[in-house]
């Protein structure tokens, strides 16, 4: 039996869909007044989202503030709850002879 063997075709690599210059703009260091006006708007909407960040904010505080007046104007009511009966040390005694001292 006789392997047939078939010749390695040779295959182009395959080459990237877009440049590297077309994903990011690499700046160019001579022009200096353009990267610093870019830097400059980049900066501005920075300050611009922040403010606008800055108001919503402002709304969750008094929103959570006012809530948290309501908790505690609202106030605690005890009324209904069964009310817990503190015993003697004769009661106490006595359940620790017994081995029933409640938790």
Do not use: F, H
Request: aromatic letters at 0%; proline letters at 11%; charged letters at 30%.
């Amino acid at each position: 039996m006789e392997e047939e063997t078939v010749p390695a075709v040779e295959q182009p690599l395959p080459t990237p869909e877009t440049k590297p210059s077309e994903e990011t703009p690499i700046p160019d260091p001579a022009d200096r007044n353009g990267s610093a006006t870019d830097l400059i708007s980049k900066a501005e909407a920075a300050a611009i989202r922040q403010e606008e960040a800055n108001k919503v904010l402002a709304t969750l505080l008094d929103r959570q503030e006012a809530l948290n007046v309501e908790r505690t104007l609202g106030g605690k009511t005890e009324a209904g709850q069964p009310t817990k009966k503190e015993m003697t040390p004769e009661e106490y005694t006595a359940q620790v002879l017994k081995g029933t001292v409640p938790t």
